[in-house]
């Protein structure tokens, strides 16, 4: 069964930092990128893009708002993306989506990791 296991979500206060893990895994994968979406429930049901890596090049782009702030890295060998999340606001708040875009399979999506920063 293709899936992709997220890690790493919690509660942290403002300016903390957090660090997500998504690993795909049950199948060969032909991945064109990997990366993050983020929901925030009772506010937005749509899924906004936080950050993503293409997979051959490794180019990362990220929302522009972030300011620097997060960073994703990718792992070839594991099929997997990290992201690390620095000086975390209460406007970082969510759940957490990571993404797998597979030439053949399409998109794959993660199950979710709520991520809560308080002040």
């Known amino acids: 069964q293709v899936q992709l296991v997220e890690s790493g979500g919690g509660s942290v206060q403002a300016g903390g930092s957090l660090r997500l893990s998504c690993a795909a895994s049950g199948g060969t994968f032909n991945v064109m990128d990997m990366g993050w979406f983020r929901q925030i429930p009772g506010v937005d049901q749509d899924r906004r893009i936080v950050?993503?890596?293409?997979?051959?090049?490794?180019?990362?782009h990220y929302r522009d708002s972030l300011g620097g702030r997060f960073t994703i890295t990718r792992d070839h060998n594991k099929t997997a993306v990290s992201l690390q999340m620095n000086t975390l606001e209460p406007e970082d708040t969510g759940i957490y989506y990571c993404y797998l875009d597979d030439y053949e399979r399409g998109r794959i999506w993660g199950q979710g990791t709520q991520v809560t920063v308080s002040s």
């Open positions: 950050a993503r890596i293409s997979w051959r090049a490794g180019s990362a």
